[in-house]
């Protein structure tokens, strides 16, 4: 019965789906906007560092996509940084685990001034589906939180729409 099925699997196509079309003219009036935002703020791009605490890797996913040829996150003036040192913006997902916490915080300790946290996704807000298991805490408490973006996992233009408001709330202070 089981070599029937792995057979019949071996002569299937791939069931695949199309990637969701972008809406171009919602994509354009964001990138002008947040160009706009991070030259008025910082006089020039804006650094991000993720750091991932844990979780399903929901919002991991979502961050690649981010990067991907559809939203093309350098067009908009973003671009992801390996080192804290380089970063503006520090975007956490998951549910910091007890393990990620001190990483989490040194990477923040690492950071330049101006930094901004952003918790991305519920996990990293409340400990999502997480929330009072053993291995980890009710998300990012033990450092400044800016900006929360929810969702499990929030779409690619939840977190451009949310990196925006979080430059755009912050143009005018210091």
Not at 11 to 26: G, H, T, V
Not at 59 to 65: D, I, V
Not at 117 to 130: M, N, T, W
């Amino acid at each position: 019965m089981l070599s029937l099925k792995l057979l019949q699997n071996l002569w299937k196509r791939p069931e695949a789906r199309a990637f969701p079309p972008a809406q171009a003219e919602i994509l354009a009036a964001l990138q002008a906007r947040l160009q706009e935002a991070s030259q008025r703020r910082l006089g020039r791009s804006l650094a991000v560092r993720h750091v991932d605490t844990g979780g399903c890797g929901g919002c991991e996913l979502e961050l690649q996509a981010l990067d991907s040829v559809i939203y093309d996150l350098s067009r908009f003036g973003l671009s992801f940084v390996e080192s804290p040192r380089h970063a503006d913006v520090l975007l956490v997902t998951g549910p910091v685990t007890h393990n990620m916490k001190a990483g989490m915080e040194r990477a923040y300790a690492a950071m330049g001034q101006p930094k901004w946290v952003v918790a991305v996704g519920d996990c990293a807000i409340d400990g999502g589906v997480f929330q009072g298991s053993y291995a980890c805490g009710n998300g990012v408490t033990t450092i400044p939180v800016d900006l929360v973006i929810r969702g499990c996992p929030p779409t690619p233009h939840q977190i451009l729409e949310g990196l925006l408001t979080l430059l755009e709330a912050n143009a005018t202070g210091g």
